[in-house]
């Protein structure tokens, strides 16, 4: 970069009427009336919360929405997690806990015993889901976290896999088998998933 | 989660039908009550003192209550100028919002810092609420009443509860003594955000009590009188409000009024972006509540002395019989005070959601540098115009306030430095840190 680069901005010069300043008082007492008597802007633009809500009328952009997390199935309806430890790496918020145990199946190695996500704690960032290499935990569309406790809000294993349950209508699995943990592993296509129909 | 039984009653309150019976209800029964309890306190309303005190009490409930409702009309409009609907879950319209708001002050933890230096701690809110409501003693609601049962060619009462010779003297003194709550408030926090907001609040209202005065010195040349009920009497005889004779006074008053009571665009002492809360942030429950009110005290003081100062107090054009001390009379006044009391509190809350905060040395600036010295020009040429006997006379008056608007707006034009400036012309400082 040089030195002619370098572009200088003059602030614009103040007219009259804006160094007076008292003319621009009652530009803006216009502008917050017409504001205050605009009705149509006003039922145009406001929702009624609890009555309407943005999903049902189809603005609530259900792809990409930061809600609250899920565990995704496999097509086995096993626990699609690996246990990698990657989400909870990459987590800035210190919110997922996470314990591996040996996995019962042959396909992976390991898989979570214990998940938990402290919903109170997470800032919806969603760098878990970037982070995470079978896709296997997702943000949701939903953004009503209520409960009475504390405690509750820590979502585990079985709370996740469920909310996975109610939201896969409105938001499929990214992609179910994004990876074929055989092909990279020592086991099989076969033994990895066998209920799934493949394509050669 | 949700009972049933509330959320009947919810939905019941929410029913316009609903709201409004029961309040033509309480409405019903307080007058049948007030109606029979007449002849216990109908000696009490034909002496002065005693009418005096009728009066103060049911102002005093009247403005309290005030007080609530404009909290709700603040939240309105701030919803309304920025495109929302504002409260309107609680009770149909969110009518019932200044209810669920001070039940909840009330219920709410009331928090003493173990930092702060009580006795003042404590002290501060309580002062800042009383010196608000003391300036209502002296505001002429509605003028003189003469009861039916009275005999004719007895002096009708004063609806004033206190007719001071010193006037609005006494309510510039008491009103200023309400900075005494905010720093008090800052400096008893010992917090540094507090006692900030408590500095700039003292330094503000010095330097807006000057114009206020000022402004209020052309009025006392013009009427001669310091005393609102004169003042009143005045402009209702000529039918010529003061805001004709003097609009560059009035202008002045309205500045300092909203400088003085900490409205926007002059809330630096609490200004929540810079101080957290201000004085009030470590005031929680009640004692917060009491600033919030004083603050819409204040509000409603400042505005009932503009009326009765410069926009004829009770006087209306066009309605015949006003001058008259009938009881009907009395009513008709009352409510027309009211309504221009409550036009000026609709135009403080439209400021206050138009107006961007000024900068601490644009709001010095503007007092000591344009205020100021308006109000100094203004003064002279309302003593001269007085000195000739023309105070009274519309076209002198006004083409005096002209004279000056010309000569000043020319003048603040080419200034090179305007309200509006930046703050560039600052010596640098050095912000390395030392070693």
């Known amino acids: 970069m040089r030195d002619d680069d370098i572009i200088v901005l003059k602030e614009p010069e103040l007219t009259a009427a804006e160094r007076l300043y008292l003319p621009q008082i009652l530009d803006g007492l216009k502008t917050t009336l017409r504001h205050m008597f605009d009705l149509q802007r006003r039922r145009a633009v406001v929702h009624q919360y609890p009555e309407q809500k943005r999903e049902d009328t189809g603005e609530l952009r259900t792809a990409n929405y930061h809600g609250v997390h899920r565990l995704n199935k496999d097509p086995d309806g096993r626990v699609a997690c690996v246990a990698c430890f990657m989400c909870s790496t990459a987590c800035p918020a210190h919110c997922i806990h996470i314990e591996a145990g040996e996995s019962p199946w042959p396909d992976r190695e390991k898989y979570p015993v214990k998940f938990d996500i402290d919903e109170l704690r997470c800032i919806y960032c969603g760098m878990c889901e970037e982070a995470c290499p079978v896709d296997a935990i997702e943000l949701t569309p939903l953004y009503e976290l209520v409960s009475c406790t504390r405690e509750e809000l820590i979502l585990d294993k079985e709370k996740l896999l469920q909310v996975y349950e109610e939201t896969k209508a409105v938001k499929p699995r990214k992609n179910p088998p994004v990876t074929d943990y055989g092909l990279t592993g020592r086991q099989s296509l076969d033994v990895a998933q066998p209920n799934v129909e493949r394509k050669v | ?435």
């Open chain 2, 1 to 435: 989660m949700t009972d049933p039984t509330i959320k009947r009653i919810e939905t019941l309150l929410r029913k316009p039908g609903v709201i409004f019976g029961a309040g033509a209800a309480i409405l019903l029964l307080v007058t049948a009550l007030l109606a029979l309890a007449f002849p216990l306190y109908k000696p009490l309303l034909s002496a002065q003192f005693p009418f005096s005190m009728i009066v103060l009490a049911v102002m005093l409930a009247l403005i309290l209550s005030a007080t609530a409702v404009c909290i709700l009309a603040e939240r309105k409009i701030a919803g309304f100028t920025q495109d929302r609907y504002g409260p309107n879950r609680v009770g149909f319209w969110g009518l019932l919002q200044p209810l669920a708001d001070g039940l909840k002050f009330l219920l709410k933890e009331d928090i003493i810092p173990r930092h702060v230096d009580k006795p003042l701690f404590l002290l501060a809110p309580a002062l800042a609420l009383a010196a608000s409501l003391l300036g209502f003693a002296i505001i002429p609601w509605a003028g003189q009443v003469r009861w039916p049962w009275m005999p004719p060619d007895a002096p009708p009462l004063s609806t004033q509860v206190a007719n001071l010779n010193v006037g609005f003297l006494y309510l510039l003194a008491v009103g200023s003594l309400s900075v005494y709550g905010v720093v008090l408030a800052g400096y008893a926090s010992n917090n540094k955000y507090a006692f900030y907001g408590g500095m700039r609040a003292a330094a503000q209202i010095i330097s807006y009590e000057l114009p206020l005065g000022l402004g209020l010195l052309v009025v006392l040349l013009v009427s001669g009188t310091l005393q609102l009920d004169q003042i009143v009497q005045q402009q209702a005889a000529t039918g010529v409000w003061n805001i004709f004779l003097h609009p560059v006074a009035f202008f002045l008053v309205l500045v300092s009024a909203l400088a003085e009571a900490n409205r926007a665009p002059f809330d630096l002492p609490e200004a929540e972006q810079e101080l957290v809360g201000g004085y009030h942030t470590e005031y929680s429950a009640m004692k917060f509540a009491m600033f919030f009110l004083g603050e819409y005290v204040h509000m409603i003081t400042s505005s009932a002395l503009m009326v009765a100062l410069f926009f004829g107090g009770w006087h209306v054009w066009g309605l015949p019989g006003l001058e008259n001390v009938t009881w009907w009379a009395m009513l008709v006044k009352l409510v027309a005070y009211l309504t221009k009391v409550a036009l000026f509190i609709a135009l403080f809350m439209l400021v206050r959601w138009t107006l961007p905060r000024f900068r601490f040395d644009q709001l010095m600036r503007v007092a000591w540098q344009s205020l100021v010295p308006i109000g100094v020009a203004l003064l002279a040429a309302t003593a001269v115009l007085t000195y000739l006997g023309w105070q009274h006379n519309v076209w002198a008056s006004l083409a005096a306030n002209l004279l000056l608007l010309v000569v000043l707006l020319r003048s603040a034009a080419r200034s090179k430095r305007p309200v509006t400036a930046r703050q560039d012309d600052l010596p640098e400082v050095d912000v390395r840190p030392t070693a």
